[in-house]
């Protein structure tokens, strides 16, 4: 069955860096777009970014546009976002998801974003 | 781009029938037939319900349909049961390749 896990949440200060990672498994995974979705505590869904098939597209979320970057390595079936200049806004529950045709069939767990001082 | 709207919150008794609205404009879910709806349960990753407007994924129960006139798409769950008890996230894709989420809603069956 299709599983996503991600990593690399934490704690982080004001303007520092994470880089979150997903490992996919039970599907083909260069088949299918990929997504970021976010979650702060409380609050509703939201998107943060794509990437196509191959990693030639890509789409962010306006506010995370400039500071964030999503990447995949097909070879290893895995999703990336790399977060710098990080916010307070920024803390949340982000969700690795498989995308296809703008919609989210499969979730991964989560992994807890905390940027704080 | 602004969030689709949601009432807050929506309730019925167990085996009623119950509608959530999901209001955007006619850059999103007027515009396109991408619109999709997710359950999450407390705690829990989502849940997908209804993609491309109407259509359930397999696994889904058929208590659960999804619809859209104008700019606003909705989600029925008819014979309402316990374990629906929920909060509700609808989506669409927004063009220029954004998606937007619905604010959610709690569904509570009493």
């Known amino acids: 069955q299709v599983q996503l896990v991600e990593s690399g949440g934490g704690l982080v200060k004001p303007g520092g860096s994470l880089k979150l990672s997903c490992a996919a498994s039970?599907?083909?995974?260069?088949?299918?777009?990929m997504s970021w979705i976010r979650q702060a505590p409380g609050k509703g869904l939201e998107w943060v970014s794509y990437?196509?098939?191959?990693?030639?597209?890509?789409y962010y979320a306006d506010s995370v546009k400039g500071r964030f970057t999503i990447s995949r390595d097909n070879a290893k079936n895995s999703l990336y976002l790399q977060m710098n200049s990080l916010r307070a806004e920024d803390t949340a529950v982000y969700y690795c998801?498989?995308?296809?045709?703008?919609?989210?069939?499969?979730w991964g767990q989560g992994t807890l974003v905390t940027v704080s001082s | 781009q602004s969030a689709l709207t949601q009432p807050a919150s929506v309730s019925g008794s167990p085996g009623q029938s119950i509608t959530i609205s999901c209001t955007g404009t006619?850059?999103?879910?007027?515009?396109?037939?991408?619109v999709s709806w997710y359950q999450q349960h407390p705690g829990k990753a989502p849940k997908l319900m209804i993609y491309?407007?109407?259509k359930r994924p397999s696994g889904v129960s058929n208590r659960f349909s999804g619809s859209k006139s104008g700019n606003t798409a909705s989600l029925t769950i008819s014979g309402l049961q316990a374990e629906d008890e929920a909060d509700y996230y609808c989506?669409?894709?927004?063009?220029?390749?954004?998606?937007?989420f619905g604010t959610g809603t709690k569904v509570t069956v009493l």
């Open positions: 989506c669409s894709y927004a063009g220029s390749s954004l998606e937007v």
């Open positions: 998801a498989r995308a296809p045709n703008w919609s989210i069939d499969s």
């Open positions: 491309e407007g109407s």
């Open positions: 006619s850059s999103d879910v007027g515009n396109y037939n991408l």
């Open positions: 990437i196509s098939s191959s990693g030639s597209t890509i």
């Open positions: 039970g599907f083909t995974f260069s088949d299918y777009y």
